[in-house]
T-cell receptor, first 114, second 114 residues
Framework: KNQVEQSPQSLIILEGKNCTLQCNYTVSPFSNLRWYKQDTGRGPVSLTIMTFSENTKSNGRYTATLDADTKQSSLHITASQLSDSASYICVVSARASGTYKYIFGTGTRLKVLA | EAQVTQNPRYLITVTGKKLTVTCSQNMNHEYMSWYRQDPGLGLRQIYYSMNVEVTDKGDVPEGYKVSRKEKRNFPLILESPSPNQTSLYFC?????????????FGNGTRLTVT
């Protein structure tokens, strides 16, 4: 069964600190992996998209890594800011029957404290 | 401004009263989809559309209908809403369901069915 699992479920850190969010997946056949940021009450916004051949991709203070062999991804946030408080969702795309399917993780809720 | 617009943002209705949630995108995207988001379950796909007049079921299509008569619009129809359809709904679009095409989400519609 295609699944995407994220950890931790929630995380509290102090402003200025770094943190790493994890995503493990069992999705086949794998097409790409995406990280989204969702502010409370808003729609998710794309941070990164990585294909099979990409190991690392950055977007400002956000750096995503992908290990396609172990089927793991991480999202590292550097020098956190209050505005980083949000849910972070890992999404894996699989190609099946001529179309693509998105499998969503349940997200990690990050709270950054001053 | 490129965006996905959903209306209404909030909707309270009673069981059995037909309703429509509209979704419109101004980016000429081919792919559009609807999701519901419930606590602890993450985003689950209801229906998607690869192009005009082409729609298909997602993971949780029961109790919902969609149509794609024009490229920019993808309304979600609840013919006879029930309390278990109380949820936060998101519409999303992308250029195509490909490797480097991010999903653009609307800001959501919070539906309460009493």
């Amino acid at each position: 069964k295609n699944q995407v699992e994220q950890s931790p479920q929630s995380l509290i850190i102090l402003e200025g600190k770094n943190c790493t969010l994890q995503c493990n997946y069992t999705v086949s056949p794998f097409s790409n992996l995406r990280w989204y940021k969702q502010d409370t009450g808003r729609g998710p916004v794309s941070l990164t998209i990585m294909t099979f051949s990409e190991n690392t991709k950055s977007n400002g203070r956000y750096t995503a890594t992908l290990d396609a062999d172990t089927k793991q991804s991480s999202l590292h946030i550097t020098a956190s800011q209050l505005s980083d408080s949000a849910s972070y969702i890992c999404v894996v795309s699989a190609r099946a029957s001529g179309t693509y399917k998105y499998i969503f993780g349940t997200g990690t809720r990050l709270k950054v404290l001053a | 401004e490129a965006q996905v617009t959903q209306n209404p943002r909030y909707l309270i209705t009673v069981t059995g009263k037909k309703l429509t949630v509209t979704c419109s995108q101004n980016m000429n995207h081919e792919y559009m989809s609807w999701y519901r988001q419930d606590p602890g379950l993450g985003l689950r796909q209801i229906y998607y559309s690869m192009n005009v007049e082409v729609t298909d079921k997602g993971d949780v299509p029961e109790g919902y209908k969609v149509s794609r008569k024009e490229k920019r619009n993808f309304p979600l129809i609840l013919e006879s809403p029930s309390p278990n359809q109380t949820s936060l709904y998101f519409c999303a679009s992308s250029l195509g369901v490909g490797a480097v095409s991010p999903l653009h989400f609307g800001n959501g519609t919070r539906l309460t069915v009493t």
